[in-house]
Structures are given as structure tokens and as C-alpha cells.
């Protein structure tokens, strides 16, 4: 398992990077979003030379309120496009994963028009993808509305999405981690794990909410996950995203 930080959007890369380098992370959740983390605000090949210096791995984020499931068709298109112009810098900083957020459409559509576009806007991404030898990852929101099977359909759209799980969105969403586990643990290919009471996203650090942590990283482990483990806490405090780096890797050296 290795462990990432993910660099907040109003900071500039280069320093979060450093810093991640330094308190012993194995690899940087490259978000790339504004305000501060643009693709026009950082050189990639310098951050390249950091993180090979460092021996981190790179994963690649992109920002979570994209309109990949707009009825209005220029809209939907102006969401993939934006991602397709950051793929080639994800590639030069050596990321193989990007992912995409699965998100919410105009109701009076109704939900399989939502579940489509979103699907579609997937699809088309893991095409535009393929050349620079990246796989599109697709990960779900802290929604009841997208469940098990909502997952499913979207990831059905193209064998060559992946899935992208959000311990801390299927905690708030009710779903079952060891059913998503067997049913789509072979697509599995990223994981974030921050905790919450059960009702909204908190990003709390790991131990503060309520999830099941140990139950949590023995599920993983038995599906045979042994990838990057993003730590999403945000607090003004970075002792305690430091202190829940600690947790996880006792726990994932510990637990079978």
C-alpha cells in the first residue's frame, strides 16, 4: 500500500508537493482545479523532477463539480473537454490514473438519462486517454442516489473505466463496502479514505467519525488492494492528516 497527499487547490504545487515529499508521503493526488492549481500555474517537468527525486508516485485528480451529466450538450462536451486538455500534463508528471467524479443531472431528465451522460462522458475520456497511457478512474459521490447498481451501470459504459472508491462517500451513500467489493473489486483501482459521521462528507481525520476502519482496510486486503490509499482530511491542523498516516499504515501492516 502507498500512502498519498492530495494538494489543496488553493496552494501552490509545488509547495504541497515538498511538503508531502518531506513528512514521508508515497505519492501526490495531483488535483488539478483552481483557484491555485491550474495547468497553466505549475511547471510539469519540474514537479516531474520533484517527485522522482522524492521516489513518489503521482495520481491524478480533477476537480469534482465538472458538468459531465448536462443535458445541454455544449455544456456536457465543455466538462470532457477540460479534462481532455489536462491529460497531457497528468502524463508528463507520470501519472497513469486520472479521475473523473460521477455527478448529479437535471432531474426533470430523470435518472437514466443521468446515469447515460455521465456514463458517456466516461467513455469518451478512457478513448482520449488510452494514447497517453492513462486509465480514466471514475469515483462516486456521498449520494443515496448512486448506489451499487448506479456504479455499476456507469462503469459498464466502457471496459476501460476503472473505479475510483471513496471509503468516506460509500460510508454517507449506505453502501456496502465487502457487496461493491465483490461485485467490482476487480476494477478496482484507487481508494480514498477520510472519516464522517455517516450523514455528510466531512473529511474528518481517520478514528474521528464512524467508519470501521480495521473492518475496512481487512475488506480491502482481501480483495487483494495493494495500491494508493489517498488521505482526503482537510484540517487547518496537518497534525492530524500526519496522525491518520500513522493509523492507516499500523493498521495495513497489522490486519489481514
Keep these: 500500500m502507498h500512502l498519498a497527499y492530495m494538494n489543496h487547490p488553493a496552494r501552490d504545487i509545488l509547495d504541497e508537493a515538498r511538503w508531502a515529499a518531506d513528512n514521508g508521503f508515497d505519492a501526490l493526488d495531483l488535483t488539478i482545479e483552481g483557484p491555485a492549481a491550474l495547468v ?30 448536462s443535458p445541454v450538450e455544449r455544456v ?20 497513469r490514473l486520472v479521475n473523473v467524479h460521477i455527478v448529479r443531472g437535471i432531474p426533470l431528465y430523470g435518472n437514466e438519462d443521468e446515469l447515460c451522460r455521465n456514463g458517456a462522458s466516461f467513455a469518451e475520456l478512457a ?30 459504459a466502457d471496459p476501460r473505466l476503472g473505479l475510483h472508491l471513496d471509503v468516506g462517500h460509500a460510508f454517507v451513500a449506505g453502501i456496502n463496502l465487502e457487496h461493491l467489493l465483490d461485485e467490482l473489486g476487480a476494477r478496482l483501482q484507487h481508494v480514498h479514505f477520510s472519516d464522517n459521521r455517516g450523514q455528510e462528507d466531512d473529511h474528518m481525520p481517520i478514528g474521528a467519525g464512524k467508519i ?45
Design 76 to 95: 456536457r462536451r465543455a466538462a470532457v473537454e477540460e479534462v481532455s486538455a489536462s491529460l497531457p500534463v497528468f502524463a508528463a508528471v507520470g501519472a
Design 40 to 69: 497553466d500555474r505549475f511547471d510539469p517537468v519540474e514537479l516531474r523532477a520533484l517527485l522522482d527525486a522524492a521516489g513518489m508516485r503521482v495520481v491524478g485528480h480533477t476537480a469534482w463539480y465538472l458538468p459531465f451529466a
Design 127 to 156: 478513448h482520449l486517454a488510452e494514447p497517453y497511457g492513462i486509465q480514466i478512474i471514475v469515483e462516486h459521490p456521498p449520494s443515496r442516489r448512486f448506489g451499487l447498481t448506479e456504479i455499476r451501470t456507469i462503469l459498464d
Design 212 to 256: 470501521d476502519w480495521q473492518q475496512t482496510i481487512r475488506l480491502l486486503k482481501r480483495a487483494g488492494y495493494d495500491g494508493v490509499v489517498t488521505l482526503e482530511v482537510f484540517d487547518q491542523d496537518r497534525d492530524f492528516l500526519l496522525l491518520s498516516a500513522q493509523k492507516v499504515r499500523s493498521w495495513w501492516a497489522a490486519l489481514e
